[in-house]
């Protein structure tokens, strides 16, 4: 096995390499844009600060319709949107396109139960204070939210990384993609193992971290 393992070490790091960048860019992508866009949905609900039905059925259908897809075809589906954005719809980069779009869906309907879960009288007392609505979000629902957050950020990561076991199917490469090509499909069944074992240290990992550091934050 270690022979094996000797003879793939350049394209094992290049596919562990592959896995970071994707998951890294899906992971931007849900603090940029799937925090805000579930925030917005906690906010346009009925009875919130800015309730407004259109907006929030709108966004609500958007990110339903995202996360109701499986995956893989919804990696079909953008390849014309990805070859627009991108140039291409083959790589690493490109695969990040169709990562990033449900990891924004997924995590915006996270970050949406996190902050369902602020007990109202805390918002009302932020508001009988005088606060802005941004006074009231960042002062004190993502104070009182921010262990949610975490965990639920921890949960999308270990998503994310199952997510992109799957882009070797538009050449996005990857750890997956690399046991399939090289365990599988040459029936090298000692590389399939000790990818799997890979994949498992590194979620062990990151539940880890998540855990704790939500554990820390949390001052309830």
């Not at 949905?41 to 929030?56: I, S, V």
């Not at 995202?66 to 919804?74: H, K, N, T, V």
């Not at 869906?105 to 009302?124: C, F, M, N, T």
């Amino acid at each position: 096995m270690l022979d094996t393992l000797g003879q793939y070490e350049t394209e094992i790091w290049q596919a562990i390499g592959e896995t970071f960048v994707m998951v890294g860019v899906s992971i931007l992508a849900a603090v940029l844009i799937g925090l805000p866009v579930g925030t917005l949905l906690f906010l346009c609900r009925k009875g919130n600060m800015l309730e407004n039905r259109f907006l929030f059925s709108t966004f609500n259908l958007l990110v339903n319709t995202i996360r109701s897809f499986p995956f893989l075809l919804l990696v079909v589906f953008l390849i014309p949107f990805t070859r627009f954005i991108i140039g291409t719809a083959i790589g690493t980069i490109a695969a990040t396109v169709p990562l990033s779009i449900i990891a924004i869906a997924h995590y915006a309907r996270l970050v949406e139960q996190s902050l369902l879960d602020v007990p109202k009288g805390v918002i009302e007392a932020a508001i009988s204070m005088g606060a802005s609505v941004k006074e009231v979000i960042f002062k004190f629902v993502y104070v009182e939210a921010r262990s949610g957050l975490v965990l639920g950020l921890t949960t999308s990561i270990i998503s994310f990384i199952s997510y992109s076991t799957i882009m070797g199917v538009v050449g996005g490469g990857g750890i997956g993609d690399f046991a399939i090509r090289y365990g599988y499909q040459q029936f090298k069944t000692e590389l399939m193992i000790y990818v799997i074992i890979i994949m498992v240290i590194l979620v062990q990992i990151i539940q880890f971290i998540g855990t704790n550091l939500s554990r820390i934050i949390d001052k309830r």
